[in-house]
Each structure stands twice: as C-alpha cells, then as structure tokens.
C-alpha cells in the first residue's frame, strides 16, 4: 500500500477497520472504523503522526515498507488505538523518538511500557522543526477525551491534526470526507466519546479557531479538506455549545402493553404540540442511535414497567447512560406503570446520579391505563411544550 498525499510534505495512511464492529467491548460500529497515521516529512527529519491499533499494525507498517528512517513518532493520544503501534515503529526505527506531552509519556510508559529515554517532551505551543521552515506545532487539547490528548498543527502546509477531535467511526475508500456521508458518523462520535467533555470542547474550539486549516486530519475517519474544515467546526460548535432544541428524546421500554399506551399517548401528544419527538424502544437499542439522539434534545422522558420493585434495567441502563454523557437537556421525566409496587423513580433517580436537570412530575399508572391517567400524560406534554417555548 502507498500513503495518500495531501500536501508535498505530508502523506495520509489510513488504516481502515471495515468489520470491526464494537468499540471498547461497548459501542457500535455500524460503519467499522479506522485509525489514522501521518507522514511529515521536512527537508532534514521525519514524522509520524499517531500510530495504529496494534490488531492492524500490520497495515501501517506496510506503508512505510520504504521508508528508510523515521526520526520522531508523535503521540497524540495513549490510548491504544492511537499509540498501541509505537512498539512495533521502534522495532523498526530504533533510533527514532517518541515525541508527546508529560502525561503522554507517563500514560505510554504504563499501557505499552515503552522506556523513558525514548521519550522527547513538548509544552503547549512548543514547535518541532522539521527543517525546510515545516514546523510541528503542539496543542494541548485535554479532555478530548484524555487528560492528555494534544493536537498538532504544520502552518506551512495548512494541516491541523486533531486526534479524536472531529474523528468519525467511518471505514470508507474515500480519503476525504462529505457532509452526506460523515453527518451522522460524526454525530455519533461526538455523542458516544466527546459530548461528557462538551465545556472542554467548547473551550479546545475557541482554542483552534484562529488556525487557517485547509485540511483537518482526524485519527478516525476521513480527511476533512475544501469547505469541510469550516462545516465540521460548525457541527461541533453547534453540538456543543447551542441551545438545547425543541426536542424530546422519549426512550422506552413496554413488557405487557401498558407502558407503550402511556409512550404513544405522550408521543401523539407532543407532535400535536409543536414538539419535536425521538422515540427509541429500549429493548434492542443501538446504545450509539440513543447517546445521537440526546446531544441536541431539551428534554428526556424515560417510560418503563416496574421489574422488581424497580425499574426495568433497560431503563436503568439508559438512565445511566444520560448521567455518563451529560447532554445538555434541560428537564426530565418519568412514565411508568406497575403491578403492585415499588420504587420506580427512585430506581431511575440513583442511575440519574447528579445529573442535573428538572425533574417534571412523574405520571405512574397501577395496571392498564384509564381515562383520568391519559390526561396526566396530556398535562405533562403541555408542561413540556410550555417550557420549551420560554426563553433559552
């Protein structure tokens, strides 16, 4: 395999996962995945930029079959999909150095073992001259989504390389990115991994955004080149930092009916309202199609049965899973029904932890719904079409 060209001075090897189907042992790769190394090359030294999964090393490596020497190894990030090739590189070119922040290296020393004096550490905005005015620039971008994750930027050529930052689980023949295509896979991304650090981010866009970039070099996904730098800051910006819309994600489960009749009829009555409705059955749930659904919705409604004297644990799960990502909804609630008893909510509110939104009145309904329970559900979606039509 041969690397894709970008600029003179820098190549693209992508290394895609086509069937790799969960990352993490957790999130869906409905789409497979890849994982991005760069080749820098200055008029006296040369770089790579991230190295592979260490199950696809085999990959990279074949695209530096000729490539002679290698002089530094940048590590962005540590976790594995990134840096788990760096011990095979320096098999390769063992006079190469490993070239990353403080917490980096204390990070690779412990995950991949590799030795201290293999290390070079750089600051925040410390450059590493490649010779022939090719400059690597280093960002400290933490919390995206490590304490230590840092961008590299190379102004001579225009190349932002942003890690996870922009990232999409995408594997695709196509090196560079279209709003069609890499829409919904970044979204995805940025739900499953980004949006619990959506502050950083927000903090890490106003960092880059003075860059000029040309292209934007992810570690997962497609180049973003032409109008897609602009376009993928916009995404972000609006992911991470807007308003929360007129939506409601409505996430159920329903064993013996009961439930479902109380989900449909908020359902109806939220679209007869003017709002926005996302209604996600719990039972096969794509956890990756729900963390999508929460990033932009104003309000959260959890409808489940009792299972045990609490909620269902599909439910629980979801409940936990709000708390893990922390989406930016505003208010939450709760439809349920029971058969004898329990502690439905406080069975939610424990898996909810300190999320923090208000709490809507619950509506919970003994056995099949009657007339009178309907109404609360009508009274909730009108408290909830209420509330979005105030003021951010």
């Known amino acids: 395999m041969k690397p894709f060209k970008l600029t003179d001075n820098v190549e693209y090897m992508c290394v895609n996962h086509f069937n790799r189907r969960f990352f993490d042992a957790l999130i869906p790769l409905p789409q497979g995945t890849s994982y991005n190394s760069y080749l820098v090359r200055g008029a006296e030294k040369t770089a790579v930029i991230d190295a592979a999964d260490p199950e696809k090393m085999g990959v990279l490596l074949d695209y530096l079959k000729e490539e002679k020497k290698i002089d530094y190894i940048i590590a962005q990030h540590a976790e594995q999909d990134h840096s788990g090739g760096i011990t095979a590189l320096l098999r390769k070119y063992p ?18 073992h590799v030795p201290a004096e293999k290390f070079i550490e750089v600051k925040d905005g410390e450059e590493l001259d490649l010779g022939g005015g090719r400059k690597l620039k280093f960002i400290y971008t933490p919390w995206v989504h490590w304490p230590e994750t840092m961008c590299t930027w190379l102004e001579s050529d225009g190349v932002l390389f942003t890690c996870d930052l922009f990232g999409s689980h995408l594997a695709t023949a196509n ?17 499953e991994i980004m949006m619990p650090f959506r502050q950083q ?20 996904g497609p180049v973003h080149k032409g109008q897609m730098p602009g376009k993928v800051r916009e995404y972000y910006t609006d992911w991470a930092v807007s308003a929360p819309r007129n939506k409601v994600v409505l996430a159920y489960i329903s064993m013996h009916g009961s439930t479902l009749v109380l989900v449909n009829r908020l359902y109806s009555r939220l679209q007869e309202l003017g709002v926005h409705v996302e209604k996600l059955n719990l039972e096969d749930a794509d956890t990756g199609r729900l963390a999508m659904s929460l990033v932009d919705a104003a309000t959260i409604v959890v409808g489940t049965p009792m299972v045990l004297a609490g909620a269902h644990p599909k439910a629980i799960y979801a409940a936990y899973l709000v708390n893990a990502l922390r989406p930016k909804a505003k208010w939450i609630g709760v439809l349920g029904s029971f058969g004898w008893g329990g502690k439905l909510v406080e069975s939610l509110a424990a898996a909810l932890g300190p999320f923090k939104a208000e709490v809507l009145p619950p509506v ?10 309907l ?18």
């Open 95 to 112: 006079d190469a150095m490993v070239v990353t922040n403080p917490k980096c290296k204390e990070l690779l020393m412990t995950h991949l």
């Open 175 to 191: 090196p560079f990115s279209d709003p069609e295509d890499v829409y919904e896979p970044m979204k995805r991304y940025y739900a």
């Open 201 to 220: 981010v927000k903090a890490d866009l106003e960092k880059i955004a003075g860059l000029p970039a040309g292209f934007i070099c992810p570690s997962h």
């Open 364 to 373: 919970l309904v003994k056995g099949l719904p009657l007339e009178d329970d």
């Open 375 to 392: 109404k609360k559900v009508d009274a909730l979606a009108e408290e909830i079409a209420k509330k979005h039509a105030l003021p951010a």
